[in-house]
């Protein structure tokens, strides 16, 4: 892993600035372990929810191997280190690996069967974490196993569509029946088309709910809960959601090139371009927002209301309030970016951050990141919150303490990462910041970093 250091100077000029801010901290960090190879691949690293494990994956000459907590695992020929992760509950680490064209699931440490192939998209783990299950290619079967048994086969299955429920105890896929496609829940057929495309099967958390998208006589269709919904030109891949409380359903219908979201089978407006992939739900899963275009101009819609029209709207700024109550995202007029918050513009600025547009727990406060000129802040209810001199805001890094009297973001000053408490920044810069900073208590943050291939947990206490 290369890194390019601040020069001296610069240092010292940057911490000159900021020294006269600095929180009353006690700071505490304890080095887990160092990475001392330099093949590393840095997209591979992962933390288990519990920070107490990291893994990432290496490349040595013509073989790889995970490493874990510092500890070397067995080298295969091949480490698929895109399907490296951790179970929910921190008791599991799972990858695929393969020697001599063999492929298999490793759970910590321990090689499952060995199989042709493991399918695209698994293995996946229930969000309890008591479950894995994959589709395995042995010649001609393709076969279901969870917890390392071989539970139904076919001749066909399709990539990215096993589910699980968050116990375990329910499994959904797409699988082939005879000469049609069907869709298997615990190994049983409940449903059979001519088609069932990849990424369009949904199985709720719960395992209550399942919703897919058919194709019959060359038109697609949704089937939720066994009940058939209104025959389209085509329904948009990936489109089918429930929203967080699984009641309620949505996807993209395009008919004589019109285009529609339909809501638990309710057809809303019809607009001539619609960008699916920015919908969301409202936390009480009662509305939905999405960005859509007509003639040069964009705009959001909310609950088929549709706001003013802009040059643009920025992509995965819309954003609802915990309550559902406020809407905000970001838009574009003139090349200048502004937040638009309950129908009102704010301020401009020359760009806005994507991802970090936020409401505070209580609702009140409206947060994301701005940049004006070279220098980026967060900002606070259209203010400034600090008068720190940076050049970006990491994403998902805002984060408030339980009674709100703390407010943490990370920032970043050309190639180094530093944490900012209260409107303040510390002193102390790291590489990399790899788990945002959380409230263990009301003055008290954790977080995992990296700093000259060296990995931390730190632990800062505040006034």
Not at 281 to 310: L, M, Q, R
Request: charged residues 25%; positive net charge.
């Amino acid at each position: 892993m290369r890194h390019n250091f601040l020069s001296f100077a610069a240092i010292l000029f940057f911490f000159a600035s900021i020294t006269s801010a600095q929180n009353k901290t006690i700071a505490r960090q304890t080095e887990l372990f160092e990475i001392n190879h330099p093949l590393w691949i840095t997209d591979s690293i992962k933390v288990s929810p519990d920070k107490t494990r990291i893994a990432y994956t290496v490349t040595d000459g013509n073989k790889m191997f995970v490493v874990e907590n510092g500890k070397e695992h067995k080298k295969y020929d091949f480490v698929d280190y895109r399907s490296l992760k951790y179970s929910p509950d921190n008791t599991k680490l799972i990858y695929v690996a393969s020697i001599k064209n063999k492929f298999f699931v490793v759970e910590n440490s321990t090689e499952h069967k060995y199989y042709d192939k493991i399918i695209e998209g698994t293995p996946v783990i229930s969000s309890k974490g008591h479950t894995v299950a994959y589709g395995a290619i042995d010649g001609t079967d393709r076969i279901i196993v969870i917890n390392s048994k071989e539970v139904s086969k076919h001749t066909g299955m399709g990539k990215y569509t096993l589910q699980l429920s968050e116990n375990g105890d329910k499994f959904a896929y797409v699988a082939v029946s005879g000469d049609k496609i069907g869709v298997f829940v615990n190994g049983k057929l409940v449903s059979a088309h001519y088609a069932i495309g990849n990424r369009n099967l949904v199985l709720t958390r719960d395992g209550k709910n399942l919703a897919f998208i058919a194709i019959d006589n060359g038109k697609s269709y949704v089937v939720a809960n066994g009940k058939h919904g209104k025959k389209y030109d085509a329904i948009g891949d990936g489109t089918l959601q429930f929203s967080s409380d699984a009641k309620h359903f949505v996807y993209l219908a395009c008919e004589k090139d019109k285009f529609r979201f339909v809501r638990d089978f309710s057809e809303e407006k019809v607009y001539p371009e619609i960008f699916a992939h920015t919908l969301i739900f409202s936390p009480d899963g009662k509305h939905i927002a999405y960005k859509i275009k007509n003639g040069d101009k964009k705009t959001v819609v909310v609950d088929n209301i549709e706001h003013k029209y802009y040059d643009d709207i920025i992509n995965r700024t819309i954003t609802f309030s915990s309550d559902s109550k406020r809407l905000a995202f970001a838009a574009v007029n003139n090349s200048k970016e502004f937040v638009v918050c309950d129908a009102r513009e704010m301020r401009t600025f020359d760009k806005i951050g994507k991802i970090n547009i936020l409401f505070s727990p209580d609702n009140k406060k409206l947060l994301y990141a701005a940049r004006k000129n070279d220098n980026w802040n967060l900002i606070v209810n259209e203010s400034p919150y600090a008068n720190v001199k940076c050049h970006g805001i990491l994403y998902g890094s805002i984060k408030f303490s339980p009674d709100m009297r703390h407010l943490v973001y990370f920032a970043r000053f050309r190639n180094k990462y530093f944490r900012v408490v209260d409107g303040k920044p510390d002193m102390e810069m790291y590489d990399a910041i790899l788990t945002p900073a959380e409230f263990v208590a009301n003055d008290k943050i954790e977080f995992i970093a990296m700093k000259n291939n060296a990995v931390y947990r730190v632990s800062v206490d505040y006034d």
